[in-house]
C-alpha cells in the first residue's frame, strides 16, 4: 500500500487561523484513493526530527508573540532543512512559517526576529499595529503551466519583500504587500504563502498538484491521481469567484 | 446645554422609531455618539453599574443577572438583546435617562463587547466587571486574543471597582494581576465534570504562562481550554476561590455552591461556567440565596441560545455559535444526545460575523453521534460542507443549500429531532425561517 509521510510543525503553536485543515484535506483526498497517511507532530522539546526522511513538510500561522519563540527553535535544524529541500522534500508554509524562511521579520516596534535564510525574501511589519492585509483573496498560480485560481483569506500585517518567484498573480485582495500584484513565494518543491482558508480546502487542484508531486518523486512514476467528487468545492468556487471579481 | 439638546432629540426619535414600529437597536446611540463623542460623561448615575464581558456567554450571562436581581424586587436597566458595542449601550441608556440624563434604577446591567470595554467605560461609572473567556473569534475583526487581553489589562491598571474572573481560563485570571492594589478580586471555578479530559480536545489559546512564559500544565480541561490550570514555575493560576461550584450534574441540571443547591433549564458544562459568574456578581449586593435559586431555576433566553422549540411538531435544539468553542460546546452536547438526530449548520460571512470562515475547520466533526443527515445553509453554505465532508462525515448525506428556506424545508421532511447551529447574523433569519 501507497503511503505519504508528513511532518506537522508546531501543531499545538501554530494552528491559529484553521491552517491544520490543510492536513485534514491531504488527509482525506489521499485516504480516498487509498494511500496510506502518517502525520507526525513535532513541537518545541520533542525529539528532533529528520527533515530529509518525510514526504511533506506542513507549517502553519500562528500569534506574533508565539512565533518569535518558535523561531529560535526551529534555526537549531537550519542544515537539515536546507538539505531536505535540496532533496526536493515538498515545503507548504503558512503566513508565519512562510515569512520564517526568509531573512528576517521585523516587528512593529522594530525587533528583528531572525529567520532561517533560507530564501532570501525578508518581512517587515507595520508600525501602525491597526493596519493589515485583511480580506479574501484570489490569485492566479500556475500550476505545472496550467493557469488556475486559488481562493484564500489574508490576514497579516508583515509585508514581504525581495520575492523573486511568487506563488501567484494577484486577482483580488493584497498579496505580498498592501497592493501588491504578486502573492507568496514558489519553487518546484516549496510553496509558501499568506493564504489561510485554509489554502486547500477550496483550492482541490492544488491539493492534487502538490500530492502528485509527492507520490511521483517517492514512487518515481507519472502518478494519475483518481478524481474525487469535489462537487462542494466546485460550485464553492463558482460562488466566491463570482463574488470576488463583482466585488472588485 | 448640548447634551440636553443631544437627550431631547433622541428621545423624540425614538418616538418616531416606535410609531414606525421600528425598534432602533444601535441608531440612537450611534447618531448621539457621532454627534458628541463625550456623551457617556453626561448621564447621572446614583446605583451599581455591573458589565459582563468575554468571548462566550454575555447575553446569557448578562440576562440572568438583570433577572435574578428582578426577581430580588431591584429596577434593573440592561441591554438584553446584546446590543453591545458603545453605540448600542448609549441607546439603552438614552431610552431610559430623564432629559438632564438622570437614570432611575437599583442596578444598570450592561453586557459589553470585550473590544469595546476601555470604550465605553473611559468615562462611565463601573462598580463590577465579570469577565467569562476569551476564545479566538473573528481574528479578522478582533485581531488576535492577546492583543484584545492586553488593552482590557491595561484598562484595568487604574480600576479599582469589583472585578469577577473564571479562574479556569488562563486568559481570564491573569486580569486579576492588572492592578495589584485593586483588593476586590473574585475568582470562581467549576469542579471536574463527568466528560472533563486530561488532554485537550479542541482548539484553545493562552497555552503559555503570561507571566514566565513556560507552558502551563493542566490537571484537567472541561472544554476548549477551559479547565484546572497551574504554571508549574511561578504557581500563576493557585487564586484564592471566592465561588466553586461542586456536583455538577448535567442529567439532573443542578450543581452546588456552597453546600446549595441550584437548579437551572439548561444541561451544557458551558452554561454552568456563566451561572457560577451570575451567583458570584449578585452576592456581591447581598441578593438573597431563595432569590438566586429562584430565578435560575426559571431562567432560559428565548433566542438561540440552547432554546428548545417544537417545529411542526419535531423537537429542535437551536444554538448560536459564532466561534470554535461555541460550535464545539454544541456538538458536544449533541453528541452527549444519544437519540437520533439530523443537524443544521447556517454559517454567514458578513462583517460582524468575521469574514473569514477559516475557524470552522477548528470545529471538531469527528464522530458525530447517531447523525442521519446534515443541511447547511447560509452564505457560506459550500464552505462548511466541504468542512464537514473532509471529517469523514458521508457525503451522499450532506445537503447544501444556499437559499435557507430551501434548506428548512428539506431539513423537516423527516420528522427527527433537529439541532440546530448558526452563527451570529444567520440566527434571526434562521428562527424566521422557522417561523419563531
Not at chain 1, 194 to 207: C, M, R, W
Not at chain 2, 251 to 256: P, Y
Request: charged share 25%; glycine share 8%; net charge neutral.
Amino acid at each position: 500500500m501507497k503511503e505519504l509521510n508528513i511532518l506537522y510543525l508546531y501543531p499545538d503553536i501554530l494552528e491559529l487561523y484553521g491552517d491544520f485543515g490543510n492536513i485534514q484535506v491531504l488527509k482525506y483526498r489521499l485516504e480516498k484513493r487509498g494511500i496510506k497517511v502518517n502525520v507526525t507532530p513535532y513541537s518545541i522539546g520533542d525529539e528532533a526530527p529528520d527533515f530529509t526522511r518525510f514526504d511533506l513538510i506542513f507549517s502553519g500561522g500562528g500569534a506574533d508573540q508565539e512565533q518569535g519563540i518558535l523561531s529560535k527553535d526551529l534555526i537549531k535544524y537550519k542544515d537539515n532543512i536546507k538539505e531536505a529541500i535540496n532533496n526536493g522534500v515538498f515545503f507548504l508554509l503558512i503566513c508565519g512559517s512562510y515569512q520564517l524562511f526568509g531573512k528576517y521579520y521585523k516587528d512593529a516596534d522594530g525587533n528583528i526576529i531572525p529567520g532561517l535564510e533560507i530564501f532570501d525574501y525578508y518581512t517587515e511589519a507595520i508600525e501602525d499595529r491597526q493596519k493589515r492585509c485583511i480580506g479574501n483573496i484570489v490569485i492566479n498560480a500556475n500550476l505545472k503551466d496550467k493557469d488556475t485560481k486559488i481562493i484564500g483569506f489574508e490576514n497579516h500585517g508583515g509585508q514581504t519583500f525581495n520575492i523573486d518567484s511568487p506563488f501567484g498573480n494577484v486577482l483580488y485582495g493584497n498579496g505580498n504587500k498592501f497592493g501588491d500584484t504578486k502573492e507568496g513565494f514558489m519553487k518546484q518543491n516549496v510553496i509558501a504563502t499568506y493564504l489561510h482558508g485554509p489554502l486547500l480546502s477550496k483550492n482541490p487542484e492544488l491539493a492534487d498538484y502538490i500530492i502528485k508531486y509527492c507520490l511521483d518523486r517517492k514512487y518515481g512514476e507519472n502518478t494519475i491521481l483518481e478524481p474525487l467528487n469535489d462537487d462542494f468545492e466546485n460550485k464553492c468556487r463558482e460562488q466566491l469567484l463570482n463574488r470576488f471579481s463583482s466585488n472588485n | 446645554m448640548k447634551n440636553f439638546f443631544i437627550v431631547l432629540i433622541m428621545k423624540l426619535f425614538y418616538i418616531g422609531l416606535k410609531i414606525l414600529g421600528k425598534n432602533g437597536g444601535n441608531l440612537l446611540g450611534k447618531v448621539a455618539y457621532d454627534w458628541n463623542r463625550n456623551i457617556f460623561k453626561y448621564f447621572k448615575i446614583n446605583c451599581p453599574v455591573i458589565a459582563v464581558t468575554a468571548t462566550n456567554g454575555k447575553t446569557m450571562t448578562n440576562n440572568a443577572i438583570g433577572y435574578t436581581l428582578k426577581t430580588a424586587g431591584k429596577k434593573v436597566i440592561s441591554n438584553t438583546e446584546g446590543n453591545n458595542m458603545e453605540t448600542g449601550i448609549l441607546s439603552t441608556l438614552l431610552k431610559n435617562c430623564t432629559l438632564s440624563g438622570k437614570i432611575k434604577a437599583d442596578f444598570l446591567v450592561f453586557e459589553v463587547d470585550e473590544g469595546y470595554v476601555p470604550v465605553v467605560f473611559k468615562d462611565f461609572r463601573l462598580d463590577t466587571l465579570v469577565i467569562l473567556d476569551f476564545f479566538r473569534d473573528q481574528l479578522d475583526r478582533n485581531g488576535e486574543v492577546e492583543s484584545l487581553i492586553l488593552r482590557i489589562n491595561e484598562f484595568l491598571k487604574n480600576y479599582n471597582g469589583n472585578l469577577v474572573l473564571n479562574n479556569d481560563d488562563p486568559n481570564v485570571a491573569r486580569l486579576g494581576k492588572a492592578n495589584p492594589d485593586n483588593k476586590n478580586i473574585y475568582y470562581f471555578s467549576v469542579d471536574k465534570y463527568k466528560f472533563a479530559t486530561k488532554d485537550i480536545k479542541e482548539a484553545g489559546e493562552g497555552k503559555f504562562c503570561p507571566f514566565c512564559n513556560t507552558r502551563i500544565e493542566y490537571e484537567y480541561y472541561q472544554y476548549s481550554h477551559i479547565g484546572k490550570f497551574k504554571c508549574p514555575n511561578c504557581d500563576y493560576g493557585n487564586n484564592k476561590i471566592y465561588k466553586l461550584a461542586t456536583d455538577i450534574d448535567l442529567e439532573n441540571r443542578s450543581f452546588k455552591i456552597d453546600n446549595i443547591t441550584y437548579k437551572i433549564r439548561f444541561n451544557s458544562i458551558y452554561n454552568i461556567y456563566n451561572f457560577v459568574a451570575v451567583i458570584s456578581c449578585v452576592s456581591l449586593y447581598n441578593i438573597d440565596v431563595k432569590f438566586i435559586q429562584e430565578a435560575l431555576s426559571k431562567f432560559i433566553l428565548n433566542n438561540g441560545r440552547l432554546e428548545e422549540v417544537n417545529i411542526k411538531g419535531v423537537p429542535t435544539i437551536i444554538n448560536l455559535a459564532k466561534n470554535p468553542t461555541g460550535c464545539n460546546v454544541s456538538l458536544r452536547i449533541l453528541n452527549e444526545d444519544t437519540e437520533e438526530k439530523e443537524l443544521l449548520f447556517v454559517l454567514n460571512d458578513k462583517l460582524a460575523d468575521g469574514q473569514d470562515v477559516s475557524w470552522i475547520w477548528d470545529i471538531n466533526f469527528n464522530n458525530l453521534n447517531n447523525v442521519k443527515r446534515i443541511v447547511t445553509s447560509g452564505i457560506r453554505a459550500y464552505d462548511i460542507a466541504i468542512r464537514i465532508k473532509t471529517s469523514g462525515f458521508d457525503e451522499t448525506k450532506i445537503e447544501p443549500y444556499l437559499n435557507l428556506h430551501e434548506a428548512v424545508e428539506s431539513l423537516y421532511k423527516t420528522n427527527t429531532k433537529k439541532y440546530i447551529i448558526a452563527n451570529y447574523t444567520s440566527l434571526q433569519p434562521t428562527r424566521k425561517a422557522l417561523g419563531l
